[in-house]
Antibody, heavy 119, light 108 residues
Framework: EVQLLESGGGLVQPGGSLRLSCAAS????????MSWVRQAPGKGLEWVSD????????HYADSVKGRFTVSRDNSKNTLYLQMNSLRAEDTAVYYC????????????WGQGTLVTVSS | EIVLTQSPGTLSLSPGERATLSCRAS???????LAWYQQKPGQAPRLLISGASSRATGIPDRFSGSGSGTDFTLTISRLEPEDFAVYYC?????????FGPGTKVDIK
């Protein structure tokens, strides 16, 4: 059974940094692209970033480009999101999600980790 | 960027009734690359449908998807108590991939 477990969320001041992790199990992790999707409180879903299985290709939403960096360690079956220069509008639950081999939709999701940016 | 619009915003129905949810795209979605997700309060989204009409593993057949181009529909043939939730569509035919704002199906 595929399991994704995020960690690293918390309260951070505007301008601060945070690194999220997503530990994966039950799959050949390096075979799949992975994504981060966020959801602001009471709002809808927003794709943030994705990374290929090898880690050689990454993409970002315009809203986070230049501030967030996605990476992965396939030896540890772990996905990361380094978030710098955080803003109040980055406050959200951050989900890691597995990209389906059939297309860029998400067949497995973690339970999410809450990031709150506030002074 | 493809903008997805979902209607209605809220659908109030009773168990056993049929639910019809709409997702409209600002431009044509390539190759039926449209997915639907269900999200319950405090939970992560769950994949229901991909490729506009293919049910994901374990999804009951009361859920069906249809449509092409710019107009897509998710139908729940007979609502069960566990189906009351928020439903999101997502297009993955064009970059960046985008989600609709969601339709809440609540109990009448």
């Amino acid at each position: 059974e595929v399991q994704l477990l995020e960690s690293g969320g918390g309260l951070v001041q505007p301008g601060g940094s945070l690194r999220l992790s997503c530990a994966a199990s039950g799959l050949t992790f390096s075979s799949y692209a992975m994504s981060w999707v966020r959801q602001a409180p009471g709002k809808g879903l927003e794709w943030v970033s994705d990374i290929s299985g090898s880690g050689g290709s990454t993409h970002y939403a315009d809203s986070v480009k230049g501030r967030f960096t996605v990476s992965r360690d396939n030896s540890k079956n772990t996905l990361y999101l380094q978030m710098n220069s955080l803003r109040a509008e980055d406050t959200a639950v951050y989900y890691c999600a597995k990209v389906s081999p059939g297309g860029y939709y998400f067949d497995y999701w973690g339970q999410g980790t809450l990031v709150t940016v506030s002074s | 960027e493809i903008v997805l619009t979902q209607s209605p915003g809220t659908l109030s129905l009773s168990p056993g009734e049929r639910a019809t949810l709409s997702c409209r795209a600002s431009q044509s979605v390539s190759s039926y690359y449209l997915a639907w997700y269900q999200q319950k309060p405090g939970q992560a989204p769950r994949l229901l449908i991909s490729g506009a009409s293919s049910r994901a593993t374990g999804i009951p057949d009361r859920f069906s998807g249809s449509g092409s181009g710019t107009d897509f529909t998710l139908t729940i043939s007979r609502l069960e108590p566990e189906d009351f939730a928020v439903y999101y569509c997502q297009q993955y035919g064009n970059s960046p991939l985008t989600f609709g704002p969601g339709t809440k199906v609540d109990i009448k």
